[in-house]
T-cell receptor, first 115, second 112 residues
Framework: EPEVTQTPSHQVTQMGQEVILRCVPI?????FYWYRQILGQKVEFLVS????????KSEIFDDQFSVERPDGSNFTLKIRSTKLEDSAMYFC?????????????FGPGTRLTVT | GQQVMQIPQYQHVQEGEDFTTYCNSS?????IQWYKQRPGGHPVFLIQ?????EVKKQKRLTFQFGEAKKNSSLHITATQTTDVGTYFC????????????FGTGTRLQVFP
């Protein structure tokens, strides 16, 4: 069964450093998402991406964050200058072309630890 | 802003007992989805409800969407140890939005 993959599984970085989290969505999906989950808390929407541009973003997704689809398979989340409060699990998700009423397939996540 | 609350926050049950989690939104939802997250895992889609008053069943799981499309529930009959995890509802406030707003989650623990 096709699945969303994410690398790395765990990233440790120092405050102020840039990190790039990578995702490979399911191949025929056209909608892509990033979510974060602080340990023990709910899943929070960060951004959605369709047709090579951001379609929607939350208030969490400030100027420190950016997303990119550099080629036909990868979808990346960049945090420009990490803060301690960016420590969380980051999930990538994708969905089929009918993204308005469709299930989202989540990847296994990248645990980001900012020290 | 938009909030989706779930109760209870935690539920411990004996295997074989029933379990229900309730989801309440501060605003009307266009649709609601339910996800299960096993400990240390990622959210896995269970079901989607779209119509007011809709009821769907998946084996021992029964999902309901309220008439006002502001609340939903998930009921598990005769829980098993494999049901352990956190159950999240997640809704969209409009049909033309991508933003899925997750509820606060209910963590279910099942004792054998």
């Amino acid at each position: 069964e096709p699945e969303v993959t994410q690398t790395p599984s765990h990233q440790v970085t120092q405050m102020g450093q840039e990190v790039i989290l990578r995702c490979v969505p399911i191949s025929n999906h056209l909608y892509f998402y990033w979510y974060r989950q602080i340990l023990g808390q709910k899943v929070e929407f960060l951004v959605s991406f369709y047709n090579n541009e951001i379609s929607e973003k939350s208030e969490i997704f400030d100027d420190q964050f950016s997303v990119e689809r550099p080629d036909g398979s990868n979808f990346t989340l960049k945090i420009r200058s990490t803060k301690l409060e960016d420590s969380a699990m980051y999930f990538c998700a994708s969905s089929l072309p009918d993204g308005l009423v469709a299930e989202q397939y989540f990847g296994p996540g990248t645990r980001l630890t900012v020290t | 802003g938009q909030q989706v609350m779930q109760i209870p926050q935690y539920q411990h049950v004996q295997e074989g007992e029933d379990f229900t989690t309730y989801c309440n939104s501060s605003t009307t939802l266009s649709n609601i989805q339910w996800y299960k997250q096993r400990p240390g895992g990622h959210p896995v889609f269970l079901i989607q409800l779209v119509k007011s008053g809709e009821v769907k069943k998946q084996k021992r799981l029964t999902f309901q969407f309220g008439e006002a499309k502001k609340n939903s529930s998930l009921h598990i009959t005769a829980t098993q140890t494999t049901d352990v995890g956190t159950y999240f509802c997640a809704g969209k406030v409009a049909y033309n939005t991508d933003k899925l707003i997750f509820g606060t989650g209910t963590r279910l623990q099942v004792f054998p």
